[in-house]
């Protein structure tokens, strides 16, 4: 069974950097996409940010810039590197893995807090 631990979360001043890691455990296929997912309360969870196994990475616009995605998978684990942070990046964060059989494991999420 596959299972995703997210860390890192917090509170933070405007302008102020976190970052977050999620470690993967259990038996994963190497060719897998992870992503890192947040949600606001009363709005949609929305994609932050994406990297395939060959790292290609894919950002929200409203990231971009800003925050980081990195692998490595070897120890499977994925992090995000968020700086100059915004009250409006506050939300649940959470961790995704995926594979193209369409088999997919959710985090459970960690709390991010900006605000002065």
């Known amino acids: 069974q596959v299972q995703l631990v997210e860390s890192g979360g917090g509170l933070v001043q405007p302008g102020g950097s976190l970052r977050l890691s999620c470690v993967a455990s259990g038996s994963i296929s190497s060719f897998n996409t992870m992503a890192w997912y947040r949600q606001a309360p009363g709005k949609q969870r929305e994609l932050v940010a994406q990297i395939t196994s060959g790292g290609y990475t894919i950002y929200a616009g409203s990231v971009k810039g800003r925050f980081t995605i990195s692998r490595d998978s070897a120890r499977n684990r994925v992090y995000l590197q968020m700086n100059s942070l915004k009250p409006e990046d506050t939300a649940a964060y959470y961790c995704?893995?995926?594979?193209?059989?369409?088999?997919?494991?959710w985090g459970q999420g960690t709390q991010v807090t900006v605000s002065s």
């Open positions: 995704r893995l995926s594979l193209t059989t369409g088999f997919q494991v």
